[in-house]
């Protein structure tokens, strides 16, 4: 398993993404617009992003939000694995707390599903088997 990105939400994407691309130097690799959820994803990076490994932000616009508390702002860790299905089972038996079951994500066919960690933050797993495949080899 590897990490594969961090989620923000952002009140401007503009903003987010002259600050992150212009300022810090990332790269914008991909930006998925979702109209009928209301929600924009940009995900920034250095390097190839998660074509050579390496993790990536993920900053998310949700329609008609422009501010959130600091404390609102922390949105998830994301978990790239061969078989989300199989992990959530593990995770239930050893007594982990599964908040949303493995299942396509709304609007798209990313298999996800997100489980909590002890303190209530918020871990993303994420179905890629030919990806995470790819990638172990080539260690």
Known sequence: MII?????RV?????SLDFYTNVLGMKLFRTTD???QKYTLAFVGFGKGNQDGSTELELTYNYGEDSYEMGTA??????????????????????????REAGPVKGGE?????????????IELIQRLSW????????
Do not use: Q
Request: proline share 3%.
């Open 4 to 8: 594969l990105h961090t989620m923000l």
């Open 11 to 15: 009140g401007d994407l503009t903003r």
């Open 34 to 36: 979702r109209p009928d």
């Open 74 to 99: 922390y949105g998830h860790i994301a978990i790239g694995m061969t078989d989300v299905y199989a992990a959530c089972e593990k995770i239930k038996a050893a007594g982990g707390n599964v908040t």
């Open 110 to 122: 990313t298999i996800i599903a997100f489980v909590t960690d002890p303190d209530g933050y918020k």
């Open 132 to 139: 995470v495949i790819a990638h172990i080899n080539s260690r």
